[in-house]
C-alpha cells in the first residue's frame, strides 16, 4: 500500500496512520534543488516536510536521531482516503451516520473495525468528515 499525508495532518505510512504534530522549520531540500518546509513530525521518528517550489511532499524517517530513509507522500483528502480502504457499503454507512440518516449497522462496524486495525478512531473521522460536509 502507498504511503499518504492524508489531509490536513495524519500520516498512512506502512498500513498504519499517525497523528502528526504540527512544526515547522527547514526540513531539507528538494531534489528539485528548492527549500524544504516542515510539516510536522510523529514523535521523534518521522518528520513531513514539504518544497515550497515544487510542492512535493516527502517522508524523512529516523531512527535514533539518526536519517534513516527519504520517500514521497501522496497528498489525499479523507474522503478519498476511506474510498481507498473501505467498500462502498461502509463508506456508506459511515457518510449517513455523519448525516445523521438510518444507517446499516453491520457494515458500520466493520468500517470501524478495519479503521481501528490501522490505527484510526472512527470518532475522529467522523469528525473530520462533519468538517469536510460542513464546507
Ligand atoms: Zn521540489
New binding site residues.
Given amino acids: 500500500m502507498r504511503s499518504y499525508l492524508i489531509k490536513p495532518s495524519t500520516l498512512f505510512f506502512e498500513n498504519r496512520a499517525y497523528r502528526i504534530e504540527p512544526a515547522n522549520g527547514f526540513g531539507g531540500f ?3 534543488g ?1 527549500f524544504m518546509n516542515q510539516l510536522g513530525w510523529v514523535n521523534n521518528w518521522v518528520m513531513i516536510a514539504e ?1 515550497e ?2 510542492w ?1 511532499v516527502e517522508a524523512f524517517v529516523y531512527d535514533n536521531f539518526k536519517f534513516v530513509k527519504r520517500f514521497e507522500l501522496e497528498v489525499i483528502g479523507i474522503i478519498d482516503f476511506l474510498k481507498e480502504i473501505l467498500t462502498e457499503s461502509e463508506l456508506d454507512s459511515i457518510f449517513r451516520k455523519v448525516k445523521g440518516l438510518s444507517y446499516n449497522y453491520s457494515s458500520f462496524s466493520r468500517a470501524k473495525k478495519k479503521l481501528e486495525e490501522i490505527n484510526l478512531d472512527i470518532n475522529f473521522i467522523l469528525n473530520e468528515l462533519r468538517t469536510e460536509f460542513s464546507k
Fill in positions: 528538494c531534489k528539485c528548492g518544497c517550489s515544487c512535493k
